[in-house]
């Protein structure tokens, strides 16, 4: 098929759910990508922070090749080595002490979310059922996650939504404060907001909202489905500010492109689950573990975090550096390899200018240019990348 006829077929045969971009990517290596034209791309949006060790990583392929050959699927119905391997190294390197596998960001929540409100069942009373989220949050598209979410672009036309789910905005721990009462049983937020806008947290913000949920005696869970895995430069975003979680989840970036999801917990938290209380049938296949084995090997071994960290200061740099000479800029933000650019104009103009000269990014929200790479990106691929940033500004100011 020719690429104008996958195109049409695409748009004939597949639910209606995606605004994409008429291009079609049929193959990667590192942060390059290639579409069915032939045209070349620098990849500045990693399969939205999923790709963090590039396309076709040698040791990912290895992997997944060694793996397929020895045992892809059996169930949770017995143990599976590289499953446990895999909550092994999570646990020794987090606050956590047991790792539930599923196989994406909003069945990580899914069970972040019945896990808290086991616990408070469990521990305090049954009408402690109320979570707290933030606007401007993403937790993901299930009932439960997308009430948590509390987008009205998201939930609008799914009513009725799930109850037991309050927002406050973000950033603000007096709101929290006021919000949190006798029906309380967890703050849910992500570290740094990610499909929210690239949204950073005053540095009381997390050490505060830990003391709010002590005192008040909630949970504390994190979202880290997005900036978990060496995103904002540390192996978990929470590291940045000193404090723990109760329950931390994860996915994109996980397995380096294979679904995976995780939930994090510490012991005593954890101990609510037990056989029967929750399931998956994909959840940690002996494949996409023996992968994300890799993956996360890979980014131990090789201090991809670090790497991220000084590749992401640079790059805010440079970014910051734009702001000055654009008007069109307002404000650069973000940590690590997790930065958005916040513009005057419809970001997704920015977005389609630099896709016609090579360079893939994303929105998040309609006026910030997200920019999320492989973590292996290098100092001269930023350069080229704030090359055709800098000529699309130029191109939408005229
Ligand atoms: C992407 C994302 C999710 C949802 O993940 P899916 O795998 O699409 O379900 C949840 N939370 C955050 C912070 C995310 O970035």
Redesign the pocket.
Known sequence: MTTQELIAASAKYLANTYARFPIVLVRGKGIHLWDSDGKEYLDFVGG?AVDALGHCHPRMVEAIRAQAETLIHVSNLYHIEPQIRLAQLLCEHSFADRAFFCN????A?EAAIKLARKYAKDHWSTDRVEIITMQHA????TLATVTATGNPKYTHGFEPLMPGFKQVPYNDLRAVERAIDSRTCAILV?PVQ??GGVNVPRDDYLPGLRRLADEAGVLLIL?E??TGMGRTGKLFAYEHWGVEPDILTL??ALAGGVPM?AMLAREAVAASFVPGTHASTFGGTPFVSAIALAVVRTMLEEDIPGHAARVGKYFLGRLNALKGAHPVVKTVRGLGLILGMEVTVPARAIVAACMERGLLLLTAGDNVVRFVPPLVVTETEVNRAVEIVEAALKGVAA
């Open positions: 939205i994406s960001g909003a069945e929540n993403f937790h993901g598209r992500e990610g499909e979202d489905v997005q996915a994109k999801g």
